[in-house]
């Protein structure tokens, strides 16, 4: 460990970090948000290769070999690891022009119960629905036509017109600004997932890892994602 940590440090002042570089997320994510950058990323650090280890749970940094992990929880439960913040999204319920115009537009979180719900059943506290507007609070029960470990796959029925899903504006962006998706009960809020960096702390921290986590902030900042996805529902 010493010998790495020395390394790491000779490698602290170099612009050409090296080696392989295993970053793990959500599949969602990962499919939007890393591998599309990867690229440029490359174009830019060519003797750096990347594993991304996709993957809907969090994984152990030491056990899985972990060099840096995008999460979407505040705290981690071990002390020893570092958070990063990179961008809040709010999370939104949607549904598909085709669904809508046949089973109409729910007008109050009550209405929900006469949809059929698309459920993501990773969430914390998937089956229940906490509502803001203004002071007002509602925490509604709710109950799946479709539950799935994957966003995609209720992304896709969604898009196909089978229900509302509950979903993070992250990965639903794209479907709502392109009209295949349009977002339900807007004037109450459900509460917002934050995206952080993750990686094991240490005295002199690897330059691969750090240049990979820079390259992501810089990515949301030029392209404004966290604003583009408040405005979204503006």
Same mark, same amino acid.
């Given at each position: ?50 594993? @991304? ?8 940094? $030491?056990? =899985? +070999? ?8 505040? !705290? ?70 479709l539950q799935a470990n994957e ?14 899903? @509950? ?8 479907? $709502?600004? =392109? +009209?295949?998706?349009?977002p339900v009960l807007t004037a109450? !809020? ?45």
């Amino acid at each position: 460990a010493e010998m790495a940590e020395a390394e790491a440090e000779v490698n602290q002042s170099t612009s050409d970090p090296c080696g392989l570089l295993r970053v793990t997320s959500s599949v969602s994510f990962a499919m939007m948000h890393i591998a599309p950058d990867l690229p440029q990323f490359h174009e830019r650090y060519p003797r750096l290769s990347v594993e @991304v280890v996709a993957a809907n749970r969090y994984l152990d940094f $030491i056990e =899985a +070999g972990i060099d840096v992990a995008i999460r979407t929880r505040e !705290q981690e439960a071990d002390s020893s690891i570092t958070v990063r913040r990179l961008a809040e999204t709010p999370r939104v319920l949607a549904a598909s022009p085709g669904y809508l115009s046949r089973h109409g537009m729910p007008r109050t979180p009550a209405d929900l119960a006469n949809h059929r719900l698309l459920i993501y059943n990773l969430a914390k506290d998937p089956f229940t629905l906490h509502f803001r507007r203004g002071r007002d609070r509602l925490s509604l029960p709710i109950t799946g036509g479709l539950q799935a470990n994957e966003g995609q796959v209720i992304c896709a029925a969604g898009r196909a017109g089978d229900g509302i899903m @509950v979903q993070p504006m992250y990965i639903i962006y794209e479907d $709502i600004v =392109a +009209g295949r998706l349009i977002p339900v009960l807007t004037a109450w !809020q459900l509460p917002a997932l934050t995206i952080n960096i993750a990686y094991q702390s240490r005295k002199h921290q690897p330059a691969k890892l750090r240049v990979f986590a820079q390259h992501l902030i810089d990515r949301f900042e030029r392209l404004e994602l966290e604003q583009k996805w408040a405005s979204a529902l503006a």
